[in-house]
């Protein structure tokens, strides 16, 4: 695969979120962390109360990279077969055919994760972690890019699931779109007055193209001291006594790899502490877990987070 230049990689990232902020009004920074988590080849945890655009993100994401999209509407009744796929019997010739689950495609929204069973949920462990879906005992390679968009609803509780620490691990971001300010609402009213924006979305990359950004994100270069920043602040929650659960080797990996696509999208070829610094809420709290105590005291996740960049020394 051909590498591409810095300008062809600076020109591809600004046509991407100017072709998503054109659907998605005021949320810049949303959109950022969305194209980071596609380049660092993770996963996207859209978190939010209903109607602020999640879904319509994911979608334009797909258009813009002129991938396949596929949704599904998690339900208590999902079954793991309907996202992976499963074989049928043809009684003409006494054969098995597999029939592909909505998995294999480059960008799968998960709608209302939290709204399926945990046994459902875990049916995409395999797929976010390797790319890759066993059924019947047979590996099946996904098509790449392949990004998983998940949304949940946090003020819903009513016929949810929590999603397991299994799960969350395996989200490079959680984003948090929010409510518009007044300005971006008054613009998303008059936007849609005769049709949604989304219908005139075209595709500014190709998934090659994707394919060969995450490829370059990779050889962005990382000093052992900011790498050391890295493990010495998932290390400060190992340790933490408010916490259950502290943060995964998978978690300490995601940091690294964004952090790369960050200093990529900022005109670097070498990752800096503020890179680091810019992205640990959104890499990391949705990976610890608080004790009882912790959270009925009022504790957050993003407080702990911070807490631990203000106690691990910066490198110089």
Same mark, same amino acid.
């Given at each position: 695969?051909?590498? !591409?230049?810095?300008?062809?990689?600076? @020109?591809?990232?600004?046509? #991407?979120?100017?072709? =998503? &902020?054109?659907? $998605?009004? %005021?949320?810049?920074?949303?959109?950022?962390?969305?194209?980071?988590?596609?380049?660092?080849?993770?996963?996207? !945890?859209?978190?939010?109360?209903?109607? @602020?655009?999640?879904?319509? #993100?994911?979608?334009? =994401? &797909?258009?813009? $990279?002129? %991938?396949?999209?596929?949704?599904?509407?998690?339900?208590?009744?999902?079954?793991?077969?309907?996202?992976?796929?499963?074989?049928?019997?043809?009684?003409?010739?006494?054969?098995?055919?597999?029939?592909?689950?909505?998995?294999?495609?480059?960008?799968?929204?998960?709608?209302?994760?939290?709204?399926?069973?945990?046994?459902?949920?875990?049916?995409?462990?395999?797929?976010?972690?390797?790319?890759?879906?066993?059924?019947?005992?047979?590996?099946?390679?996904?098509?790449?890019?392949?990004?998983?968009?998940?949304?949940?609803?946090?003020?819903?509780?009513?016929?949810?699931?929590?999603?397991?620490?299994?799960?969350?691990?395996?989200?490079?971001?959680?984003?948090?779109?929010?409510?518009?300010?007044?300005?971006?609402?008054?613009?998303?009213?008059?936007?849609?007055?005769?049709?949604?924006?989304?219908?005139?979305?075209?595709?500014?990359?190709?998934?090659?193209?994707?394919?060969?950004?995450?490829?370059?994100?990779?050889?962005?270069?990382?000093?052992?001291?900011?790498?050391?920043?890295?493990?010495?602040?998932?290390?400060?929650?190992?340790?933490?006594?408010?916490?259950?659960?502290?943060?995964?080797?998978?978690?300490?990996?995601?940091?690294?790899?964004?952090?790369?696509?960050?200093?990529?999208?900022?005109?670097?070829?070498?990752?800096?502490?503020?890179?680091?610094?810019?992205?640990?809420?959104?890499?990391?709290?949705?990976?610890?877990?608080?004790?009882?105590?912790?959270?009925?005291?009022?504790?957050?996740?993003?407080?702990?987070?911070?807490?631990?960049?203000?106690?691990?020394?910066?490198?110089?």
């Amino acid at each position: 695969m051909d590498r !591409l230049t810095d300008g062809d990689f600076a @020109t591809n990232i600004a046509r #991407l979120e100017a072709n =998503l &902020a054109s659907v $998605i009004r %005021g949320k810049a920074s949303s959109i950022r962390l969305l194209v980071i988590a596609l380049l660092a080849a993770g996963h996207a !945890l859209l978190e939010d109360v209903p109607g @602020t655009g999640k879904t319509t #993100l994911a979608k334009s =994401l &797909a258009r813009s $990279i002129s %991938g396949i999209f596929r949704r599904v509407q998690f339900t208590p009744d999902l079954l793991p077969a309907d996202i992976t796929g499963s074989s049928f019997y043809r009684p003409q010739d006494g054969s098995f055919e597999f029939r592909e689950g909505p998995v294999f495609t480059n960008v799968l929204l998960a709608d209302e994760i939290n709204r399926t069973s945990p046994r459902t949920q875990s049916a995409l462990l395999e797929v976010m972690s390797e790319s890759q879906a066993t059924v019947d005992g047979k590996r099946r390679d996904l098509p790449r890019p392949f990004f998983v968009v998940a949304t949940q609803n946090p003020a819903e509780y009513h016929g949810t699931y929590p999603l397991p620490e299994a799960q969350l691990d395996r989200f490079a971001v959680r984003i948090s779109l929010g409510y518009p300010d007044h300005d971006s609402e008054m613009d998303v009213l008059f936007s849609q007055q005769d049709h949604h924006p989304f219908e005139d979305l075209s595709a500014v990359v190709t998934c090659e193209q994707v394919i060969a950004m995450q490829e370059q994100v990779k050889r962005v270069r990382v000093e052992n001291a900011v790498a050391d920043y890295i493990v010495r602040l998932v290390a400060f929650t190992r340790g933490d006594p408010r916490l259950r659960l502290g943060i995964s080797p998978r978690g300490s990996l995601a940091l690294y790899r964004t952090s790369q696509a960050a200093a990529l999208l900022a005109g670097r070829d070498y990752v800096v502490p503020d890179d680091v610094r810019a992205l640990a809420a959104a890499v990391l709290a949705h990976r610890i877990v608080l004790d009882t105590k912790a959270k009925y005291a009022g504790q957050r996740n993003e407080q702990i987070i911070e807490e631990a960049m203000e106690k691990t020394p910066v490198p110089r």
